[in-house]
């Protein structure tokens, strides 16, 4: 895994937390805070491309939120797919590979079959990789490369002494994308909820109190141009010390 000094976040993932509360504190159904988070999902992908980050990875939908009311689910599946078909010819005008990362085989068949058209209309672009995860859990994903590095193992197309780091990083969904430079979480809750665990082993967090349907694009700008500010050591001691 190559590990190096970056001023500007090369892979930003973005939690986006808070629909629900954001809604409610306005007499809203919660569903009326995913309407506008979608929103707030076409703006920040437009920007992504313009503030340099060659990666952007957007949480929309963990293998918890399965157990949400059958009706936000419903809601959910639905904008997803309504997002699919209103962005892909615009995104790939823009140069945008997107690629979604999660556990397909629990969503809905039409769903899918959007999903794998964007892939396939996009897949030649590279000015910036999209990634959806949707139905999307780290220790899952985890467990699945575990298991397909057992098989090769077992069918005695890799030893076990040739499995090192980067074996499993191109094992997992996010395989051939670097690791997130910068993870942003909204809505003011300071956990990490299953969402890339092995890939953000050396990410700067951002826990910000906005709820997702108020995050901007200047507010993307901001956390981008605090990044340059840090210093990021991993492990090893400051340059002046
Ligand atoms: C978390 O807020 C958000 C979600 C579970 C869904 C995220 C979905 C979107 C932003 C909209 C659609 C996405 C795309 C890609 C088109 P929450 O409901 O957990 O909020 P709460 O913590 O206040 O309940």
Redesign the pocket.
């Known amino acids: 895994m190559t590990v190096e000094e970056r001023k500007q976040p090369h892979h930003v993932a973005i ?10 504190r306005r007499g809203r159904p ?1 569903t009326y ?3 506008r ?2 929103e ?3 703006e920040i992908v437009d920007i992504a491309p313009d503030l340099g980050i060659k990666v952007l990875t ?5 293998t918890e ?1 399965w157990n ?1 009311p059958g009706y ?1 689910v419903r809601v ?1 599946m639905s ?2 797919r ?2 699919i078909a209103r962005e892909v010819d615009g995104l790939d005008a823009e140069g945008v590979r997107v690629r979604f990362i999660g556990d397909r085989s629990h969503l809905p068949k039409n769903l899918v079959k959007l999903m794998e058209m964007m892939e396939a209309r996009t897949a030649g672009n590279t000015r910036m990789v999209l990634q ?1 995860a ?1 139905s999307y859990g780290s220790r899952a994903e985890m467990t699945g490369a575990v298991q397909r590095l057992a098989v090769e193992v077992a069918e005695g197309r890799l030893s076990p002494q040739d499995i090192d780091q980067d074996t499993i990083s191109g094992a997992m969904m996010t395989g051939g994308v670097a690791d997130p430079d910068l993870v942003v979480r909204t ?1 003011g ?1 300071q956990r990490v909820s299953n969402f890339l665990l092995w890939q953000s082993a050396y990410a700067e967090y951002a826990f910000i109190d906005e ?3 108020d995050f901007t694009p200047e507010r993307l700008t901001e956390l981008v141009a605090a990044f340059g500010q840090r210093e990021r050591r991993y492990g090893a001691l400051a340059a002046s010390s």
């Not at 629909?19 to 409610?24: F, H, L, S, Y």
């Not at 957007?58 to 963990?62: D, I, K, M, Q, V």
């Open positions: 939690i986006m937390d808070g629909n629900g509360r954001w809604a409610v919660r805070g995913h309407h988070g979608a707030r999902v076409r957007l949480f929309a939908f963990s939120n949400r936000e959910l904008l997803f309504r997002y959806l949707i809505s809750e709820c997702w349907p």
